[in-house]
């Protein structure tokens, strides 16, 4: 056998092996927080990592390993320290923590509370970096500032923005907190061609940034990707297709919102939500004059008010 087909052989190897490693991460992770909590087999925990990872497993395993990428300054998790309950807030798909900085401010002042923002692995360093990373990276990152922030705090609440609202649900789902509170979450998204984004991702990488949306970010001073890689994109609806399968098992007390004006997520996934988890104490606001980011827009003042009295009569 000649060098050539030895390296085509080495080749053809390797990326057998990524393809399996990535099925076998979601399994791992089926059978750590799905299997015990929902009194499932392991039979049922592979079930979900080959429904999870089919033919996006393929895209997703494929490539390289991930670069080590300098997250930019702008776009590192912070906290603003208070007493011993705590809120944790997590960003959006493609955003970062500085979004919820005004909010943040907001309510460690008015609460006392200890607030901590987390950075989503994969964003505010690179289009590159990101590419490498899918929803059980996102879920990763919660879980790691969940625990660090459960060293300081006796409580938590999760406050979560679009996808950082749909990772919020999920991770309620098997982990105790005092409440949660969703800004625009997708749960189930009118978009026909979702279900062919990984045979898209193929043919075509990333999919650039609205220049309208990019404007609308710099003039806040806040970083966004020039482009989105559409792998994370398909990662992202498989996210929100395991969220919606246990909603159900979400008890704690809910608040969530919506802008009428949201391009993105329209108002029946708020009526998808309430009639899905088991909460006792759930409450819902449409606003008006909002998009998609209701808590920096028009509405914002009005919003972070609701979100207060939510809290303070929890």
């Known amino acids: 056998m000649s060098l050539v087909d030895n390296r085509k052989k080495f080749t053809f190897g390797r990326k057998l092996l990524s393809l399996l490693e990535g099925y076998y ?3 791992l992770w089926a059978r750590d927080h799905v299997a015990p909590q929902e009194g499932s087999s392991i039979i ?49 798909f493609g955003a970062n923590p500085e979004i919820f900085r005004d909010l943040a401010e907001y309510l460690n002042k008015e609460t006392g509370f200890t607030c901590r923002v987390l950075r989503l692995e994969g964003h505010g360093t690179s289009v590159q970096d990101m590419e490498r990373t899918n929803f059980l990276d996102w879920y990763k990152s919660v879980e790691l500032h969940y625990k660090e922030l459960s060293s300081k705090t006796k409580e938590i609440i999760l406050l979560g923005h679009s996808m950082g609202s749909t990772l919020s649900l999920l991770f309620s789902a098997y982990n105790t907190c005092k409440a949660v509170i969703t800004i625009s ?47 994370c994109v398909t990662s992202m609806f498989d996210l929100m ?13 809910l608040y969530t919102s919506v802008g009428l004006k949201d391009p993105r997520v329209p108002s029946n996934n708020i009526e998808l939500l309430l009639s899905s988890v088991s909460s006792s104490i759930k409450r819902a606001d449409y606003f008006s004059q909002s998009t998609h980011s209701i808590h920096l827009g028009p509405e914002k003042d009005e919003i972070k008010g609701n979100i207060l009295t939510f809290i303070r009569e929890l």
């Open 25 to 27: 991460s979601t399994y």
């Open 44 to 92: 049922d925990a592979l079930k979900v990592a080959g429904y999870v990872k089919t033919i996006s497993a393929i895209i997703d395993n494929m490539k390289s390993s991930p670069r080590r990428t300098k997250v930019k300054k702008a776009c590192r998790s912070f906290e603003l320290e208070g007493s011993d309950t705590g809120i944790l807030f997590t960003h959006g």
């Open 185 to 231: 979450p997708p749960l189930d998204l009118p978009r026909p061609d979702a279900k062919f984004l990984p045979l898209i991702t193929w043919i075509k990488r990333y999919w650039p940034t609205k220049e309208s949306e990019a404007v609308k970010y710099r003039k806040r001073g806040h970083y966004i990707y020039p482009k989105r890689p559409l792998k």
């Open 241 to 253: 297709s395991v969220t919606r399968k246990r909603l159900h098992k979400v008890t704690a007390p």
